[in-house]
């Protein structure tokens, strides 16, 4: 039986993820409704992709008995309170990276999935590309040696980008691509929590940073060196260094199909996508949901690639770097609002 879908918002990464499920079995996986706060929207969607129920609130998608897992596509912002929703009414949920604004709000959600025995897995696509998983293999065969420097830089031009800019859209380039680079180094060097972290950045108008770089020190003497940006764009490279050879992935970090290692090339081509997509590479999307369809049948309530304790050590490292660099968000007002009041309770 296929894996049946629901949908949260009607937006652009929700119409590529759709596009993405086109290009794996029927018999796999099946989008059955799809909710915005806009209920014409949600219609318009259904309609495109071919879904047969259509929901003017999230409310309603929660409630649908034929859903069997939820993906949230919707902002940042939104990703808290719209999951915590699904999860209490025990639904399985993909949640889009970043899972959340801050650590706090990740710890609550890993809390209420828990209560309510349900599987939930912060969206990463980088992890289950066919490189990263290659990449997996050789560190665990020791390919590399023992490891010493990571090197991952991302950029976009995309300082023209409304919710890019704006505070209370959850913007600034630390959340929406640092988050790649900063997953990328807890890939390879492990789950485990930088001993230390420096930040230096360069804020937009609007108080948003617009290019940031971030050095993670780890045990042993390891060191992730990323460099990220808003402002040009760049070919998105990555290296991993150990003492007996390197991997080189020439562009494309966060949706990588093609890396080198000691005069070798791997390349694993995407699938032609059969509708336009808004971003390049998102028919790779269909990696994370086919993992999610297997974890969902050995009956796991979390991915063992994508660990949710490694969802609460990234956006830790991320709550980090941007204290130092000054980019302070309404919900991490609101998380020391509330520590406040426990402390003098």
Same mark, same amino acid.
């Given at each position: 039986?296929?894996?049946?879908?629901?949908?949260?918002?009607?937006?652009?990464? #929700?119409?590529?993820?759709?596009?993405?499920?086109?290009?794996?079995?029927?018999?796999?996986?099946?989008?059955?409704?799809?909710?915005?706060?806009?209920?014409?929207?949600?219609?318009?969607?259904?309609?495109?992709?071919?879904?047969?129920?259509?929901?003017? #609130?999230?409310?309603?998608?929660?409630?649908?008995?034929?859903?069997?897992?939820?993906?949230?596509?919707?902002?940042?912002?939104?990703?808290?309170?719209?999951?915590?929703?699904?999860?209490?009414?025990?639904?399985?949920?993909?949640?889009?990276? *970043?899972?959340?604004?801050?650590?706090?709000?990740?710890?609550?959600?890993?809390?209420?999935?828990?209560?309510?025995?349900?599987?939930?897995?912060?969206?990463?696509?980088?992890?289950?590309?066919?490189?990263?998983?290659?990449?997996?293999?050789?560190?665990?065969?020791?390919?590399?040696?023992?490891?010493?420097?990571?090197?991952?830089?991302?950029?976009?031009?995309?300082?023209?980008?409304?919710?890019?800019?704006?505070?209370?859209?959850? /913007?600034?380039?630390?959340?929406?691509?640092?988050?790649?680079?900063?997953?990328?180094?807890?890939?390879?060097?492990?789950?485990?929590?930088?001993? #230390?972290?420096?930040? #230096?950045?360069?804020?937009?108008?609007?108080?948003?940073?617009?290019?940031?770089?971030?050095?993670?020190?780890?045990?042993?003497?390891?060191?992730?060196?990323?460099?990220?940006?808003?402002?040009?764009?760049?070919?998105?490279?990555?290296?991993?260094?150990?003492?007996? /050879?390197?991997?080189?992935?020439?562009?494309?970090?966060?949706?990588?199909?093609?890396?080198?290692?000691?005069?070798?090339?791997?390349?694993?081509?995407?699938? *032609?996508? *059969?509708?336009?997509?808004?971003?390049?590479?998102?028919?790779?999307?269909?990696?994370?949901?086919?993992?999610?369809?297997?974890?969902?049948?050995?009956?796991?309530?979390?991915?063992?690639?994508?660990?949710?304790?490694?969802?609460?050590?990234?956006?830790?490292?991320?709550?980090?770097?941007?204290?130092?660099? /000054?980019?302070?968000?309404?919900?991490?007002?609101?998380?020391?609002?509330?520590?406040?009041?426990?402390?003098?309770?």
């Amino acid at each position: 039986m296929a894996l049946r879908w629901g949908i949260c918002s009607a937006g652009k990464i #929700s119409h590529d993820f759709l596009v993405a499920l086109q290009t794996l079995p029927v018999a796999d996986h099946k989008a059955v409704a799809i909710a915005a706060r806009d209920l014409k929207r949600a219609q318009e969607y259904a309609e495109q992709h071919g879904i047969c129920r259509a929901y003017g #609130s999230y409310e309603e998608l929660a409630q649908d008995p034929d859903v069997d897992v939820v993906y949230v596509g919707s902002l940042h912002t939104q990703h808290y309170a719209l999951t915590l929703l699904f999860l209490r009414a025990k639904k399985n949920v993909l949640c889009e990276k *970043p899972m959340a604004m801050n650590a706090a709000e990740v710890r609550e959600m890993i809390k209420v999935a828990r209560e309510n025995d349900v599987f939930l897995m912060e969206g990463f696509w980088t992890r289950f590309f066919p490189v990263s998983e290659q990449i997996r293999t050789m560190l665990q065969q020791k390919d590399l040696g023992d490891l010493k420097v990571l090197r991952a830089q991302l950029g976009f031009k995309m300082d023209d980008t409304p919710r890019l800019v704006d505070k209370k859209l959850g /913007g600034g380039v630390i959340m929406d691509l640092g988050c790649y680079c900063i997953q990328f180094a807890s890939m390879v060097f492990g789950p485990e929590k930088p001993q #230390s972290i420096v930040a #230096s950045a360069f804020l937009h108008d609007t108080g948003v940073d617009e290019t940031t770089a971030i050095i993670l020190n780890y045990s042993e003497n390891r060191q992730a060196v990323l460099n990220f940006t808003m402002m040009i764009n760049l070919p998105g490279e990555a290296l991993i260094g150990g003492t007996e /050879g390197i991997i080189k992935i020439p562009n494309h970090m966060n949706s990588p199909t093609v890396m080198f290692l000691k005069g070798n090339r791997w390349e694993w081509p995407l699938p *032609p996508s *059969p509708e336009p997509l808004f971003f390049e590479h998102d028919i790779g999307l269909r990696y994370e949901a086919e993992h999610v369809r297997q974890c969902l049948l050995k009956g796991l309530k979390e991915s063992p690639v994508m660990p949710l304790c490694e969802s609460e050590i990234i956006a830790t490292t991320m709550d980090e770097a941007r204290r130092q660099v /000054g980019v302070i968000y309404e919900q991490d007002t609101a998380v020391q609002a509330n520590q406040g009041n426990e402390a003098g309770q």
